[in-house]
């Protein structure tokens, strides 16, 4: 039997030596495949890196499948697809922004955090927009509340403006949102713009949940707050007014904790 040469692309992995690890995977340039992998088949190093992964997978079985696991064969021992079976993933369900654009049309560019990507969109004349998404259906439930976060900030000029949602397979995995260009991350010399883009949060009865310096982004003079996957309503006026007096501490910390790419 001729074996079919496919295209095979690793996009995320999330790889434990000790237990399974999982893969994102674009097969043809046209599907999206998970796949888990038991341990003890492959190092780490091999799993990480996209070439050598997919040289050392077992070959991919045919139809339209979209979860497959790989372990030992009971016959010869070998890594082998026990199963490929399509799995109704879960997806963000608060849909409430008009536009929703999928993943197999935009262009992904560099990472800047985990699950945060520069990327290009015919839609948005293809300006450089950022996407947040769920690499695994376990990351979803920080999709939501994120996604849910800025439906309350919509119009209050706070955060990144939302663009719209994202989708795979007809589920939304994530959004895109306004790119902040010539802007830096905070630090202790930024406590009034910060502290105003933190007010303002307040005043919407929000509570922000991560005020590290890189969630404060400095464009001209004033501030502007990203990642609200810790976001909450808070009627709780002391638990607001903490945030708020943790801040300088915040700004001051110049570690790399919760640290990454500019949005």
Request: proline content about 4%; charged content about 25%; overall charge negative.
């Amino acid at each position: 039997m001729t074996r079919i040469q496919r295209k095979v692309e690793l996009l995320q992995a999330e790889v434990d030596k000790d237990h399974q690890s999982f893969f994102r995977l674009l097969v043809d340039g046209q599907s999206i495949k998970y796949v888990t992998i038991d341990p003890g088949f492959y190092s780490g190093d091999d799993m990480c890196f996209g070439p050598s992964l997919v040289s050392l997978l077992p070959t991919l079985p045919a139809g339209d499948w979209n979860d497959g696991l790989v372990t030992k064969s009971e016959t010869n021992g070998q890594p082998h697809f026990a199963h490929a079976i399509r799995t109704a993933f879960r997806g963000v369900e608060n849909i409430w922004h008009e536009t929703s654009v999928d993943y197999m049309n935009i262009v992904v560019g560099d990472k800047l955090r985990t699950g945060i990507y520069e990327v290009k969109s015919p839609l948005f004349n293809n300006d450089l927009i950022v996407a947040k998404f769920a690499r695994f259906d376990w990351e979803i439930t920080y999709l939501e509340n994120e996604t849910t976060a800025y439906q309350w900030l919509e119009s209050h000029n706070i955060g990144p403006r939302f663009l719209g949602h994202l989708t795979e397979d007809g589920r939304a995995i994530g959004f895109l949102i306004e790119h902040i260009k010539n802007a830096r991350h905070a630090g202790p010399q930024d406590l009034e713009p910060c502290r105003a883009a933190l007010s303002q949060l307040h005043r919407l009865g929000i509570r922000h949940g991560d005020t590290n310096r890189f969630n404060f982004l400095i464009r001209g003079s004033a501030a502007v707050l990203i990642d609200f996957d810790s976001a909450r309503k808070c009627d709780d006026q002391h638990a607001l007014v903490e945030e708020l007096e943790h801040l300088p501490n915040s700004l001051a910390d110049l570690s790399r904790r919760g640290g990454g790419g500019l949005v």
